[in-house]
């Protein structure tokens, strides 16, 4: 079979490349725009690592052949701060200490980014619900949990900080 050529809007720009037949949108993400967060654990749809928005849900991008979704819009981890200000999920998973080894981390926040979306005002047992095909050997899931619902708080004040300067 040839390859064909794909157009994403990812992160809200157009991108277009020539993917392979079986290519996933994981693999198209990290190779062909060079979008490295969202990350290959399993790449059996079940540890989460790898875990985008797709049209704004939530989605296991080691499973999804990108020619199927091609035209559509993906939002990955590097598209979520704005310049130097954090999303508030990325604030509350640093500030609450919700990464360890940071493996989990994109999929994680992206998951919750897709929860957060549809839900503004989760309960901890939708957080549970929202974050549960996603693995972490770290943290005990506690911390992120407190992490998605300080971040929900924050995002109803929408009070951002900046990032800090490299010194």
């Keep these: 079979m040839p390859s064909t050529v794909v157009t994403l809007k990812v992160n809200g720009r157009a991108q277009e490349f020539l993917a392979r037949p079986g290519t996933t949108l994981l693999d198209a993400l990290r190779e062909s725009c060079s979008l490295t967060a969202a990350k290959k ?7 989460g690592t790898c875990t985008v928005l ?7 991008a080691c499973l999804v052949p990108v020619e199927t979704v091609a035209g559509r819009s993906v939002a990955t981890l590097e598209g979520l701060s704005d310049g130097d200000t954090l999303h508030p999920l990325q604030e509350s998973f640093i500030e609450l200490f919700a990464t360890q080894c940071g493996f989990c981390t994109s999929g994680m926040i992206m998951a919750a980014k897709g929860l957060l ?11 549970v619900r929202a ?18 619902l300080a971040a929900a708080a924050k ?13």
């Design 41 to 47: 654990g399993c790449a059996q749809g079940t540890c």
């Design 117 to 127: 979306a549809r839900n503004p005002n989760p309960s901890r047992a939708d957080v």
């Design 155 to 167: 995002m109803k004040n929408a009070t951002p900080i900046r990032k800090k300067a490299a010194e």
């Design 54 to 60: 797709l049209e704004g849900k939530p989605v296991f």
């Design 131 to 148: 974050i549960s095909g996603n693995v972490c050997r770290c943290t005990g899931y506690e911390a992120i949990i407190d992490a998605v």
